[in-house]
């Protein structure tokens, strides 16, 4: 399986540093709000990458942390509100609160996207003293220091500061960044906050070596990520602007603690936008995933769609497009549905050439870096063409665990059968009933006119659509 690394900028080789188990890291969301579609997309990215590494027989494992903490409404020059505590005046509930609600609200909205729940779900506010250890480390070897209660790093102690996201200090110099109004406490202005002090009114704070205060949004996932994936791990995922300055600086604080590289490989998917904009609650353009079902569109038809375009890249949402990939979806559930044995599961048979030569493909542009778009192609080469049917429903069951799509749902859950055709298959059991058999074959005629097939089972008339 190989991933782009957005650090050296190449395709390469996932190859877990344990040997056995790919261990992922997927910075979550921060939990003051709902969130929207273009967040999820970038949650899909950690599932998506442990369900291909898990296709590809290893082992897997995903830590997503939740940020109850630290995340400023400014992260780029460190001021602004905590986002915690802004939603906290709005809402009239305790930060806790706040934090518990949106978790919830973020746990189910990602289940419907069947995005596979993490193993661990970290909270920031529970790794507390992780982070007050790590930035103990960092003042101790000269990468961090204390002023009048706040911690920050010192940038210019790590030459590879920029590595990631081509900040680095010259070009962060050059940059306009210099207008903007300098800390006085900091030694440079591009150091950054490993622990603020709690100002006056302050709420979510907590003790440390420095005076009462609070982390930064950064030095959690560096806590966060070691104490539960250790000091080497293999993938860190985000979504692109994640890369600055929130990844930047983890690797200037986890490389800077520990001495060596802690992440093989990063991972940065593309935005979602809608009319041209990036979706953000700030663009006032955000959709949930509740919106999709109240459009009456299956929630997994935006993971569809999301497949029609490489991950790094962006989608441009539009209604248009995502009816398009419900209706689609809906075509290959009612395809698998035709396709299914009627005794369900049956011992995998042995494949064509033809067959495996499909399988091979769909599995190569999968660990291929995630070339979803390329694995659609071959479904749609499955559907085309000429094959066994029961040999076509393994393949795509088989693909549907990279997928997620549920495209077995419609056989398992029976097609959604119009009200009258409801009536008439009562009224053709009525006459079989009776033995009037004139009757119960008009019957039969009409509900094939109407594009059904119809079959007798031990419990009456069944249908199924043909296609
Ligand atoms: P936040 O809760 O603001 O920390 O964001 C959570 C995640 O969503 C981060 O990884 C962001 O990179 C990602 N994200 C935010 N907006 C979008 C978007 N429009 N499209 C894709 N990912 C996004
Ligand atoms: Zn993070």
């Known amino acids: 399986m190989r991933l782009h690394n957005s650090l050296s900028r190449r395709v390469e080789d996932v190859v877990p540093v344990d040997g056995r188990t790919v261990k992922i890291y997927s910075c979550g969301p921060t939990v003051y709000r709902h969130i929207h579609i273009g967040n999820f997309r970038s949650f899909m990215l950690g599932d998506l990458i442990r369900r291909a590494a898990k296709f590809e027989g290893l082992d897997a494992r995903l830590v997503m942390n ?8 400014d992260e780029v020059t460190d001021s602004g509100r905590d986002k915690m505590e802004l939603a906290e005046s709005d809402e009239g509930l305790s930060a806790a609160q706040i934090a518990e609600k949106y ?3 973020f746990l189910a909205d990602g289940d419907l996207l069947n995005i596979g729940r993490a193993d661990v779900y970290p909270r920031a506010t529970e790794h ?27 940038v210019r102690s790590f030459p590879d500061y920029g590595k990631l996201s081509g900040n680095t200090l010259e070009a962060l110099r050059a940059g306009h960044r210099q207008e903007v109004e300098v800390d006085p406490n900091k030694r440079n202005p591009e150091d950054f906050a490993l622990w603020k002090k709690a100002g006056p009114g302050r709420a979510l704070k907590w003790d440390s070596p420095w005076g009462p205060g609070f982390p930064g949004w950064h030095i959690e996932c560096s806590a966060m990520s070691m104490e539960h994936l250790g000091k080497r791990f293999d993938v860190h ?3 692109n602007d994640n890369k600055f300055p929130h990844h930047e600086d983890e690797i200037a604080q986890s490389e800077g603690a520990v001495g060596h590289a802690v992440v093989s490989i990063w991972v940065h998917g593309g935005f979602l936008q809608m009319g041209g904009q990036k979706m953000a609650k700030s663009a006032q353009n955000i959709r949930r995933v509740s919106d999709l079902a109240e459009h009456g569109l299956d929630p997994l038809a935006y993971r569809l769609l999301c497949f029609g375009t490489r991950y790094r890249n962006e989608i441009d949402f539009s209604w248009d497009a995502l009816e398009a990939a419900n ?33 091979q493909r769909f599995r190569r542009t999968v660990a291929e870096d995630l070339d979803m778009p390329q694995a659609m192609v071959v479904v749609n080469e499955l559907l085309g063409a000429d094959l066994d049917p029961f040999r076509r429903y393994v393949l795509l069951k088989r693909w549907d665990e990279v997928l997620g799509l549920d495209l077995e749902r419609t056989a398992l859950e029976g097609f959604e059968i119009p009200p009258e055709v409801h009536e008439l298959m009562r009224r053709r059991d009525e006459a079989r009933l009776a033995k009037d058999y004139p009757t119960s074959d008009a019957i039969r005629d009409q509900l094939t006119s109407m594009g059904y097939e119809v079959m007798d089972s031990p419990e009456g008339t069944t249908v199924r659509p043909r296609t």
């Open 66 to 73: 939740i940020t109850d903490v630290g995340h400023m409404t």
């Open 103 to 105: 978790t919830e609200a």
């Open 128 to 154: 507390i003293p992780q982070m007050i250890s790590i930035i103990q480390t960092l003042i101790g070897n000269g990468h961090a220091y204390e002023v009048d209660g706040a911690v920050y790093y010192d």
């Open 237 to 239: 995922t985000g979504g």
């Open 327 to 359: 209706h689609r979806l809906g075509t290959l559930r009612r395809r698998m549905a035709q396709w299914r044995p009627e005794q369900g599961a049956i011992d995998a048979p042995e494949l064509t050439m033809v067959e495996e030569e499909l399988d």
